[in-house]
């Protein structure tokens, strides 16, 4: 993964992790439901903007690369589980 992606990449996951260890902490001092809900939407935002970010550097880099080297049957074999996972959410 090229730099600039990387960082922003990790620099999202740590904001997961934050929210993620308040939703723990709101659990553990049973703060009302609807507030920890929020903090578990917002994960699942983050979680979905991360993919969002992976899959726009795997389309930019790794599938225009599987395209020059002729394994364009590759690249559609992982859209199409990708495209599978994302139909099970």
């Known amino acids: 993964m090229k730099k600039p992606a ?12 934050g929210h993620l260890k308040k939703i723990a902490d709101m659990i553990e001092k049973d703060i009302y439901c609807i507030e920890i809900m929020t903090q ?10 991360l993919n969002k970010l992976l899959l726009a550097h795997h389309l930019e880099h790794c599938a ?6 002729g394994e364009t049957e590759k690249m559609v074999q992982e859209l199409t589980q990708l495209y599978d996972l994302e139909a099970r959410s």
Do not use: F, P
């Not at 578990?40 to 903007?49: D, E, H, Y």
């Not at 225009?64 to 080297?69: A, E, F, G, K, M």
């Open 64 to 69: 225009v690369d599987q395209v020059r080297t």
């Open 6 to 17: 990387r960082e922003r990449a990790l620099h999202r996951i740590k904001i997961i992790q």
């Open 40 to 49: 578990s939407l917002a994960v699942q935002s983050g979680l979905k903007s």
